[in-house]
């Protein structure tokens, strides 16, 4: 059984949208650029998965994930958490490799998936994707609308 005991670890996808097509460097992946669009990024938080998603829409001055350097150019909407203590998080990025276009190397420099990270052209489809791919690992998902809480224009 997939679901967490202690509702803390889990997996996420965090959507979030580009509204024009943009290139960025990327840490080692290097300059990358990324059609507009929406975007599912798949993590996992295996001692608080809600404190990584919450970083994640923390500024930082200096980047750590991949994901931190795109977040800067984007919009996130939401975040489809799965509770569990599983290491779900692979599975899950397979599920929707399968029905989103997965962006290469990006989020996955620590395991053998072509990527973390996910293209579609409609936020709905990808939310859908996310939702079923966490029901289909055992996991109830919870789709949690965000609020991105920093000024891009001062970058």
Known sequence: MAQSRNRNSGIYVLIFHLSR????????????VFQTGWYGYVGSGKSGVEARVRRHLRFHDRPHWHLDYLLLLGQPTAAVIGYTDDSLECPLAHY??????????????????????????????????????????????????????????KI
């Open 21 to 32: 097509d943009v290139a960025a460097a990327v840490g080692r992946l290097g300059e990358l």
């Open 96 to 153: 929707l490799e399968q029905r989103c276009q997965v962006i290469p190397r990006f989020g996955s420099s620590d395991c053998r998936c072509p990527g973390h990270l996910f293209h579609s052209p409609e936020q709905a489809s990808l939310e859908d994707a996310a939702v079923q791919g966490l029901t289909v690992l055992g996991c109830s998902p919870i789709l949690y609308p965000v609020e991105w809480n920093w000024d891009q224009t």
